[in-house]
């Protein structure tokens, strides 16, 4: 039996219409996300694995803001706005690196210690005496979770800590010692050409398993289930298949993956998927974690990015698991994109009408109501005049 943590009744008479077409093509709807869910929730910017010395460091840019991650000399791992204090340059190019003792701005030479403070700028006798710290980079919220960096560009917001936004699943996380895992691969980006909603719909049910992911499907189709977003915090569950291995790939990952003998029994065959409202996931397999999320870059253009994490002593058969469950992954993501192709195309069209959800999609309407608490135009049916748009939500934001 697959163990549930939460009650998942779902309702009677639920509401099953998704958001409105056009959502998914609104460009003024698209500030308000930057606004609303993208600057003031919890992302995840990596692992503590992937900084695991002095002076490295992790960037991601999101939605016009710029993050830099750096381990400081002290071991501690920080977050700043990746922006020179003196004309806003980026302070560190590069998506990850390392540097020696300081960060040093590419545009003057601005030089910062590795905590955020300033050391001291290019000609100083060209400024007046500037204080080392209010001339520092401006840093940002930072938590770290079972080893996952957390951070938030906005400070506050309406998530709790992430420790406790993740309480519900951190007891089964545990197992896992994921805090201690090391990089597979590095991270990884790839573009899609949809908007981002319409990765996170194909990403928040298992309806969808056994049509269009036959890797899935042979591994743990007839054991899957869904637990929606409760508190910002989804949850799908899965064992293999006991007929499991059809497929060369599945065959030969259930040989080498299912002894497992380091988690308790009823995880040692166990598929996890954890979403974490608004956009993140973490996958965790009997001998591996992976983290993934996505970040508009336009209306019709999202970037992918994600990354895959192991035990660092691990065996041979987990080497060669983790390899052959990358590759069912990558099938699977491949056809998630174009499934989320079809469907965000087809918003643009007179003839669509919207979602009509199974019980099996919850999760999604359970997703999309997240949303709505955030941007509450998102209930309108109708597009609202996109220049109406921001002073009409915030009019509904004050009414709430």
Known sequence: MNPHLRDVAIPNDWDRRGLPGWSYHSNALLELEKEYVFRNHWQIAGH???????????????????????????????AFNNMCRHRGSRVVADSQGTCRNALVCPFHGWVYNLDGTLRGAARPRSFPDLDKTEFGLMPLDLEIWMGFIFIRF????PQPSVAELLKPIEAEMTHYGVADMVP???????????????????????????????????????????????NGVSRSFATYNPHAGRRWSVAQYIKLASAAAHLP?????????????????LSIMPESVQFYQEFPLSTGETLLRGAIYRYPDETREQAAARYLAYRIDRDTMNEDVQLSVWSNESMLSEAFEGFYLSDLEYGVRTHHDHLRKQIPVLGLETAPEEKDMWNLNEAMRSQV
Do not use: C
């Open 154 to 157: 906005r400070k506050g917001g």
């Open 184 to 230: 597979s691969w590095g991270i990884w980006t790839q573009k899609s050409p949809v908007n981002w909603k319409s990765v996170r719909d194909v990403d928040n049910e298992g309806y969808h398993v056994a049509m269009a992911h036959p890797a899935l499907q042979d591994l743990y189709g007839a054991t899957y289930f869904d637990e929606p977003f409760i």
């Open 265 to 281: 029994e009823h995880l040692r065959k166990a598929w996890i998927y954890y979403g974490i409202f608004p956009n993140n996931a």
């Open 48 to 78: 503590v694995s992937d900084v695991p010395n002095a002076g490295d460091y992790l960037t991601m840019d999101v939605v016009g803001e710029r993050a830099l991650i750096v381990r400081g000399k002290d071991g501690v791992v920080r």
